[in-house]
């Protein structure tokens, strides 16, 4: 028997097809992106983004004061780390290393404006200028960790503010790389001679004899894994130092060091899923991005050469896109597969309206963005066939039964 509704299965397709086509659009990568100018000398601001789809927007009120100064252009990608964000508390902090405090800022998580918490910038006793200032959270965001003339935990209050708790460490060398684990009980410093691992807790830091490791080059910078028990390190001379890390104790990861032919490899940074790493050097164009495997070891590496010397990096929320800035307040963005693969994103680089200085780069996922026309039409259609073809549906149903029941 032919069917009174000859178009009802193209009705329900078409209406699966478009929800699995918002769906897909739903799940894309939606990035705010902070950058800390860090000028030389001069006041210092942050520059923020709306990035969609490769899509990129300036938001208002960008660049956001930060109430200090700015650094020096310097060699190198020593304290990469002068921009962090609370996620779960909707907080960024940035170091003014011209003047020797943090900023504080709440971000609103819908339209990614900043707004400068009660008190900020905040000082630190017996920091003076040009400290220079690596931060690093814990990850409830309750702690924050600084080093400038001296590493130091600070205590985050609901409302942002900071204050000093816990044990101080001083240390002769400068700090590059930092990092804290899961459990907040390690915070991780990379330095010329090699790595250290403070003890650390709610209270901040504390007194206990740090874990050490000599990596026989000098450290750049460091990132750990999301569960603290492996830990990459970038060097000047030796390409990227793999280890592992549990009960105090670091141990060699197979055949490191990776990349070791590639030598002024500045920053680091691993997607939230352990997948890939991509390191970059501040010194020549490049970016070299390697898959991770199972034991932390690293597979065949893939080096590009961007079009200016990246000075910070860092990857999107969900790990889908690299962005780089350079010392001119420039931004650029790849996208990264799931391997490391990085594809150039059409449209950048692109300027920042930061000042030229020696920038730090943080992500933020957009929260509830609102559809705009295109999409609320798409939903709309997609309702109304679904609802068409459900409708239809029944009715059929209807029809087919008192066929039935007529022939009985």
């Keep these: 028997m032919t069917s009174p509704f000859p178009h009802l299965r193209l009705l329900l397709l078409v209406g699966v097809a478009l929800s699995g086509l918002l769906a897909g659009e739903a799940k894309a990568d939606s990035t705010f992106v902070y950058v800390n100018a860090n000028p030389s000398e001069g006041p210092n601001t942050v520059a923020a983004l709306r990035v969609i789809n490769g899509e990129s927007t300036v938001l208002s009120g960008s660049p956001f004061p930060t109430g200090g100064l700015g650094l020096a252009l310097a060699p190198g990608a020593d304290f990469t780390h002068r921009v962090v964000i609370a996620r779960k508390r909707n907080l960024l902090f940035v170091s003014n290393d011209g003047s020797g405090s943090i900023a504080v800022f709440a971000v609103d998580p819908t339209t990614g404006s900043l707004t400068a918490v009660p008190g900020s910038p905040f000082s630190v006793g017996g920091w003076g200028a040009f400290s220079g200032i690596s931060l690093a959270l814990s990850p409830d965001g ?17 409302n942002g503010a900071l204050s ?3 044990a101080s460490w001083g240390f002769v060398e400068r700090v590059a790389g930092i990092a804290v684990n899961p459990d907040n009980t390690r915070l991780f410093l990379g330095m010329a001679s090699g790595v250290v691992a403070l003890h650390g807790g709610s209270a901040g830091l504390t007194a206990d004899p740090p874990d050490t490791l000599s990596i026989g080059s000098m450290a750049t910078d460091l990132r750990l894994s999301s569960n603290g028990t492996r830990l990459w390190v970038t060097t000047q001379t030796g390409g990227i130092q793999g280890y592992g890390y549990d009960s105090g104790s670091f141990s060699v990861v197979p055949g490191s060091p990776f990349a070791s ?14 997948r890939f790493l991509v390191a970059y050097s501040p010194s020549v164009p490049r970016l070299l991005s390697a898959r991770i495997n199972a034991d932390g070891s690293l597979g065949s590496s893939t080096s590009l050469s961007p079009v200016f010397r ?4 860092a990857l999107s929320p969900a790990g889908s896109v690299l962005f780089a800035a350079d010392g001119l307040g420039q931004l650029d963005a790849w996208n990264a597969a799931s391997d490391g693969t990085l594809i150039h994103i059409l449209g950048f680089p692109l300027l920042t309206s930061a000042q030229p200085g020696f920038p730090s780069v943080a992500t933020y996922p ?7 026309a295109p999409t609320f039409m798409i939903w709309a259609l997609c309702a109304l066939l679904l609802g068409t073809g459900w409708v239809a549906l029944r009715r059929g149903r ?3 039964s008192a066929l039935i029941s007529g022939a009985r």
């Design 142 to 158: 309750n702690v924050l960790y600084a080093s400038g003339k001296t590493i130091i935990g600070l205590s985050v209050a609901a």
């Design 366 to 372: 957009v929260q509830n963005p609102v559809p705009g």
């Design 261 to 274: 032919g590639v030598s002024v490899l500045g920053g680091i940074t691993v997607d939230s899923s352990d």
């Design 310 to 313: 990246p000075l910070a990096a």
């Design 398 to 400: 209807r029809f087919g």
């Design 164 to 166: 000093e708790i816990g």
